[in-house]
């Protein structure tokens, strides 16, 4: 992705948070097909090669996995918190005017060719993972032994599993560091006010991105 200097992430352990912070990503593969798209819930082990490894599964039906099984190279979007900027958020607009809109956001961009596997223990065992991952805080968390053993079965054999090392990782968080510090805050104070909570997820992120400047 276009990345200028400026909002690039390096750093590893955040590169693994911010993806974690992302419940559904994007995989993205080119094959026989063309271009297609998967939006999937996936589990990053931060332990398994050098960048981590990424573990998901789709619907047998679903012909994307035939290009994961030819060794195709795949993209993992993780998209994070995002928000238009209006140019009316920058004191600066006062100033001189030369100001536009933007939109600012995180997002990380994992690339690597895949394992593709259909045993059905491997298969119950990812499953269990994610569930329990996504089950976690509630009064009652679903286990995926609550239901029959045969039903369990018969859906396991409807989905194909995947492993992903990662190979290269790419982070960007877009928080307006080119701006001045009085824009910055304004940016930051404007979004934090505002009624949808997609604004004031992204300010939230920003005083923490300032801090490490």
Same mark, same amino acid.
């Given at each position: 992705?276009?990345?200028? !200097?400026?909002?690039?992430?390096?750093?590893?352990?955040?590169?693994?948070?911010?993806?974690?912070?992302? #419940?559904?990503?994007?995989?993205?593969?080119?094959?026989?097909? +063309?271009?297609?798209?998967?939006?999937?819930?996936?589990?990053?082990?931060?332990?398994? +090669?050098?960048?981590?490894?990424?573990?998901?599964?789709? @619907? #047998?039906?679903?012909?994307?996995?035939?290009?994961? *099984?030819?060794?195709?190279?795949?993209?993992?979007?993780?998209?994070?918190?995002?928000?238009?900027?209006?140019?009316?958020?920058?004191?600066? /607009?006062?100033?001189?005017?030369?100001?536009?809109?933007?939109?600012?956001?995180? @997002?990380?961009?994992?690339?690597?060719?895949?394992?593709?596997? $259909?045993?059905?223990? #491997?298969? !119950?065992? =990812?499953?269990?993972?994610?569930?329990?991952?996504?089950?976690?805080?509630?009064?009652?968390?679903?286990?995926?032994?609550? @239901?029959?053993?045969?039903?369990?079965? $018969?859906?396991? /054999?409807?989905?194909?599993?995947?492993?992903?090392?990662?190979?290269?990782?790419?982070? /960007?968080?877009?928080? $307006?560091?080119? !701006?001045?510090?009085?824009?910055?805050?304004?940016?930051?104070?404007?979004?934090? @006010?505002?009624?949808?909570?997609?604004? #004031?997820?992204?300010?939230?992120?920003?005083?923490?991105? =300032?801090?490490? *400047?």
């Amino acid at each position: 992705m276009y990345n200028p !200097r400026a909002f690039a992430v390096e750093d590893l352990p955040q590169l693994h948070q911010m993806m974690g912070d992302c #419940r559904l990503a994007v995989l993205v593969t080119h094959g026989e097909h +063309g271009l297609q798209a998967s939006h999937l819930p996936l589990l990053l082990d931060t332990q398994q +090669g050098p960048n981590g490894s990424l573990y998901g599964h789709m @619907a #047998r039906a679903n012909p994307q996995w035939r290009d994961l *099984e030819a060794g195709a190279e795949a993209l993992v979007i993780f998209a994070g918190a995002d928000a238009y900027v209006s140019p009316g958020l920058y004191p600066s /607009k006062a100033e001189h005017g030369k100001v536009v809109p933007t939109w600012n956001y995180v @997002a990380v961009h994992a690339y690597g060719s895949a394992e593709v596997f $259909s045993d059905a223990q #491997r298969l !119950r065992n =990812l499953v269990g993972a994610l569930t329990d991952r996504h089950e976690t805080g509630r009064a009652q968390p679903w286990k995926i032994d609550d @239901a029959p053993t045969e039903y369990i079965d $018969s859906m396991l /054999k409807a989905i194909v599993g995947f492993a992903l090392p990662i190979q290269r990782l790419e982070g /960007k968080r877009k928080l $307006s560091q080119n !701006r001045s510090p009085a824009d910055v805050a304004g940016v930051r104070n404007g979004l934090g @006010a505002s009624p949808d909570p997609q604004d #004031r997820a992204l300010a939230h992120l920003m005083p923490e991105q =300032l801090s490490k *400047e």
